[in-house]
């Protein structure tokens, strides 16, 4: 079973299995159907497309949610039975942007309760170096009963958070960039800052240069940096690329972190929640 990451050559040997199933997650916030054209003019063989705001998020409610609200657990259940999915399957999600978004599929899977999920390692990049086959045709698994086994431990509410600041029951990490996490900068959302106490590990400095994750022995010194062990909470900008810290603390061997799934993004539609700026 791979339950964190997987490097293409071991995809390729169980792609033909039935119980594999190959998701991609190729996405891009500045333009939503660009993962979708990628997707269409070359995928790994077998491949199932998500797209992140139709599959992967729920309805954005302004003034209420995150700019990707999670998406409810009936939803899941459905849309994973269609894709072939259930308790025996081993589930490959890959990106071309290191994980950033294959990893929020990674993630739900894990909070639903199916743990065989692997991040392919290096992304689609890693696939084509290993002149590895693409295909273009567009296949169609047959559906399986997907059954949820919420796994609630794994995420934590605003209001919890908001209790933190003074009961300080969780060691809670950002994983935006450090130019956005002390509000130097905030090129998408309304409010610059970070929530009051909240460190910060920017989630692309668990990739090397070839944007590949870093071995689980550098990630267990980064995340053992934090200090004395804890509950460690992972948000971002809207509770996507935090998943992808996620990942990495797993990988490590920390076991599996909480999550603030509403994120900044989240925080920021309450005007009484307090926001701090600063490194």
Not at 115 to 123: H, I, P, Q, T, W
């Amino acid at each position: 079973m791979y339950s964190s990451l997987i490097e293409a050559q071991d995809v390729y040997l169980i792609l033909q299995d039935p119980g594999t199933v190959v998701v991609d997650c190729r996405f891009s916030l500045s333009g939503p159907e660009l993962g979708r054209k990628a997707y269409l003019a070359g995928h790994i063989p077998g491949a199932i497309y998500a797209h992140l705001d139709e599959d992967l998020s729920a309805r954005v409610i302004p003034g209420k949610t995150g700019r990707h609200p999670l998406p409810d657990v009936a939803h899941c259940e459905q849309l994973f039975s269609k894709w072939g999915i259930d308790a025996s399957v081993q589930v490959v999600v890959y990106d071309d942007q290191g994980g950033a978004f294959a990893a929020r599929l990674w993630w739900l899977l894990h909070w639903l309760g199916h743990e065989k999920v692997a991040v392919l390692n290096g992304g689609w990049k890693s696939w084509n170096d290993k002149m590895l086959p693409v295909a273009t045709n567009i296949l169609f698994k047959n559906p399986r009963l997907f059954v949820a086994s919420l796994q609630e431990s794994l995420m934590v509410s605003a209001d919890d958070l908001l209790d933190n600041l003074t009961s300080y029951r969780f060691r809670v990490i950002d994983a935006r960039a450090a130019e956005r996490y002390s509000g130097e900068v905030e090129p998408i959302d309304p409010v610059a800052g970070h929530i009051p106490g909240a460190g910060n590990l920017p989630y692309s400095e668990n990739l090397d240069a070839n944007g590949r994750f870093r071995s689980a022995e550098l990630l267990l010194d980064r995340f053992r940096s934090l200090g004395s062990p804890t509950q460690t909470v992972f948000y971002c900008g809207s509770g996507v690329t935090a998943c992808h810290n996620a990942l990495a603390y797993y990988h490590a061997g920390l076991g599996m972190p909480k999550i603030y799934p509403g994120s900044w993004s989240e925080w920021i539609t309450d005007v009484s929640r307090p926001v701090e700026r600063g490194s």
